[in-house]
């Protein structure tokens, strides 16, 4: 069974920085696209961060320059940088895991940015 736990979250003030962590179980980590989600109250999941099997890197225009996601294959991990945060960042941030019609979520950490 695929699993996807998050980590990382928590309260930070404006301007301030958080790291956030997925941890992937299973052998199959390096075949599927990895991104991260998140979801505010009273609005819809959006994307946050993507990055493909070889690397490649896309980013919501609301983060663009501000986060940053990576990958360790050899570790089955995926971060997401959070640097610069406002209070617009707050909400669940879950990680994902995407191949085909295959696809997969983890239960979401909370990040909440305020003074």
């Known amino acids: 069974q695929v699993q996807l736990v998050e980590s990382g979250g928590g309260l930070v003030q404006p301007g301030g920085s958080l790291r956030l962590s997925c941890a992937a179980s299973?052998?199959?980590?390096?075949?599927?696209?990895m991104a991260w989600y998140r979801q505010a109250p009273g609005k819809q999941r959006e994307l946050v961060a993507v990055?493909?099997?070889?690397?490649?890197?896309d980013y919501a225009v609301t983060v663009k320059d501000r986060f940053s996601i990576s990958r360790d294959n050899f570790k089955n991990m995926v971060y997401l940088q959070m640097n610069s945060l406002k209070p617009e960042d707050t909400a669940v941030y879950h990680c994902?895991?995407?191949?085909?019609?295959?696809?997969?979520w983890g239960q979401g950490t909370q990040v909440t940015v305020s003074s």
């Open positions: 994902h895991a995407h191949r085909g019609s295959l696809e997969y």
């Open positions: 299973g052998s199959w980590f390096s075949l599927y696209a």
């Open positions: 990055i493909t099997t070889g690397g490649s890197t």
